[in-house]
């Protein structure tokens, strides 16, 4: 590391016009520093730390994008932290809202700004990676005596700008250490690091932010589409975009040229102007087909990969108003109607009070849509989970109930938890409630009547306040009628009831699909796709299995498959199953797409991603065979 003097006698040459090998980010940094701050590189200033009262207020501000970036920031964190890395958020004006970073370090971080409230602003810190990345608006690395000030010239620091969905510039993602190796060049991958987690807040932030609007993936390669795209522009209802990331700007820019403007003069323009899409064509663009065909071209005729995400809230008859359906609901469903219904009652639900019964046929998702309503609530405690129908029936009152110690022979000397009193203060799940003996629906009862379960042999009763969310194949009512039911306890469970429709009668069958066979997959360590041959196959099966049945099929394929692919073949026997013929029949397949899309030929097109004469053409086909 060079000394002190010998880095303010090199600025001072910078000064003076002679030639530099530093970077030109670096060189103009320094030169801002002397012109513009007028700051003294021979006068070293220790790092600030703003007051807590102005900490304060910076952080209130900033709230909103700490916690909408804080997955991707806990991310990159824990892929740097071995290496001794500090990770700054810093707002527009150079103030660090958010750290992380080793405590043990504590003091010395704090000594060298590497730490909650520090400023790093050109004009206070001199050139800094933070302050530079500021002003230019651009990623940078700078590295040891690169630093203006030379109480810095030991840190390594790499940074790169967030910007919010109007193009300004909001936030700094910065990673520092106090020590590195000699070599600029070590930060390289430090560099593209921060900058993919920069482009990954930006995104998150535009979904966060435009939740009511389609989002639009694009890149110039299908790979990672879906997850890490270069670019992405919200649309309103109407096909004007409503905001995006700064990859966005820089995709649109890239069609309209030096006639694009900022950001800001991108606002409110129809999409369609920048590219061959109408809103109405977005749906096409949404999971469900493989990336290599959701392709949308530029009005320059050049081939962009693209993703459409529908609005959050796109529910039938419109937005509910003032519902936000919370994250643990989103994963129920894919635009099925059906299920986007039961999203919303649930998320209106889940914050109340109010018993639920969930009906559906076995393998819908009963299970999963009670731990997501438990999930979604505030502070929601435990998830006590009971298959009334996998208990014996000769234990299932002492599981629910627990006993006292010694309450019957082969008792444990010091009694049993219930199952019910575990549940205390969190959700008590019971899952086949039409199952439930008689004798044991009285007792539920009382419990639910009373607020209190009493454990087996004992004399005193326990008070007990849960939450109770209950499930059952069968239709409780018709059970109440026959008296294999109690009618009282009905009453009590089913105050709101949430239906889930059957595998077969869902319509985002294709992106529900996808989604099952991605976890699959994640979960055997292969990375397949679906022939379209083996997604017909899938869909003509009847499913009585339902999702579950749906997953095993999905999982035996992912590891039956070669070369990437699940044929139909590599499908179970009862889920492969074909016509007469022994191939799928593409004609009572395109016949009832176009049922689902009510004869509507321009709706089924825009689903197929082809002209509409091409629909009729193979319908003529069809007609004539």
């Keep these: 590391m060079v000394s002190a003097k010998a880095h303010v ?23 801002r520093c002397l012109n513009d701050y007028r700051l003294d590189p021979a006068k070293a200033q220790e790092a600030y730390i703003v007051p807590q009262t102005q900490l304060k207020e910076h952080r209130e501000q900033a709230q909103e994008l700490i916690r909408i970036g ?37 003091n010395q971080l704090r000594k060298a700004g590497l730490y909650l409230g520090s ?25 040891q005596d690169d630093h203006f000030d030379t109480c810095h010239i030991g840190l390594t620091c790499t940074a790169a700008p967030i910007f919010d969905t109007f193009g300004d510039l909001t936030a700094v993602l910065d990673i520092s250490q106090l020590r590195s190796p000699t070599a600029k060049a070590s930060q390289h991958l430090a560099l593209h690091l921060v900058s993919e987690t920069a482009r990954r807040i930006e995104l998150a932030n535009l979904m966060a932010r435009t939740r009511h609007d389609w989002i639009l993936r694009l890149s110039r390669s299908p790979d990672f589409l879906d997850v890490d795209p270069e670019a992405a522009v919200s649309v309103d209802a109407s096909g004007r975009i409503s905001g995006m990331t700064h990859g966005g700007f820089r995709a649109l820019s890239r069609i309209l040229g030096s006639a694009a403007g900022g ?15 109408e809103v109405d064509e977005l749906p096409r663009l949404m999971r469900g087909r493989p990336n290599g065909e959701r392709v949308v071209r530029t009005r320059g005729a050049a081939a962009l990969f693209a993703s459409a995400v529908a ?21 129920l469903g894919f635009g099925d109607a059906a299920i986007e219904a039961v999203q919303v009652k649930a998320s209106r639900l889940a914050g109340r009070d109010i018993p639920i019964l969930i009906q559906g046929e076995t393998g819908t998702g009963k299970e999963f849509l009670a731990r997501a309503i438990h999930d979604s609530q505030p502070n929601p405690g435990r998830f006590v989970a009971v298959n009334c129908a996998a208990i014996p029936e000769s234990l299932i009152e002492s599981e629910l109930f627990g006993y ?39 007792r539920l009862l009382r419990v639910l009547a009373e607020g209190e379960v009493t454990p087996v042999g004992a004399h005193r009763p326990k008070p ?54 991605k976890r699959a997959a994640e979960d055997l360590g292969v990375s397949v796709r679906l022939s379209a041959e083996a997604r017909l196959a899938l869909r003509r099966h009847d499913w009585p299995g339902n999702l579950r049945e749906l997953a095993n099929a999905l999982k035996v394929a992912a590891a039956l ?16 199953a074909t016509g007469p013929s022994g191939h799928p029949d593409p004609g009572e397949d395109l016949r009832a797409r176009l049922a689902a899309c009510g004869g509507n030929v321009s709706a089924l097109a825009r689903q197929l991603g082809v002209d509409r004469t091409t629909v009729h053409r193979r319908l003529r086909r069809l007609s004539a065979r």
């Design 464 to 517: 007990v306040r849960f939450r109770l969310i209950s499930a059952s194949h069968h239709a409780l009512d018709r059970l109440v009628a026959t008296g294999a039911f109690r009618q009282d306890l009905f009453f009590r469970l089913n105050a709101a009831t949430l239906k889930l429709p059957p595998l077969r009668e869902r319509s985002d069958f294709d992106a529900l699909a996808d989604h099952v066979l």
């Design 70 to 106: 804080r997955s991707a920031i806990e991310g990159l964190f824990r892929h740097v932290m071995d290496q001794h890395y500090v990770l700054l958020l810093s707002d527009a004006r150079g103030v660090t809202v958010d750290f992380m970073g080793d405590p043990t370090f504590d």
């Design 9 to 31: 006698q090199e600025i001072e040459r910078v000064a003076r016009g002679d030639s530099s090998t530093r970077d030109a980010a670096v060189l103009q940094s320094w030169l």
């Design 404 to 442: 006292a110690p010694g309450a019957f022979t082969g008792a444990s000397p010091r009694g049993k938890t219930g199952l019910i009193e575990a549940a205390d203060g969190g959700t008590l799940f019971l899952d086949e409630i039409g199952d439930m003996p008689l004798g044991l629906q009285a």
């Design 311 to 331: 609005p959050v809230q796109s529910f039938r008859g419109g937005p509910a108003t003032g519902s936000r359906v919370p994250r643990a609901l989103r994963d």
């Design 263 to 277: 950001t800001r003069g991108l606002i409110g323009q129809p999409i369609s102007r920048f590219l061959d899409l």
């Design 561 to 576: 498959a070669e070369g990437g692919e699940i044929r139909r073949e590599d499908l179970p026997d009862h889920a492969g």
């Design 119 to 143: 400023e790093w602003s050109e004009s206070r810190a001199g050139t800094c990676a933070v302050g530079a990345s500021i002003v230019s608006g651009e990623p940078v690395v700078i590295h």
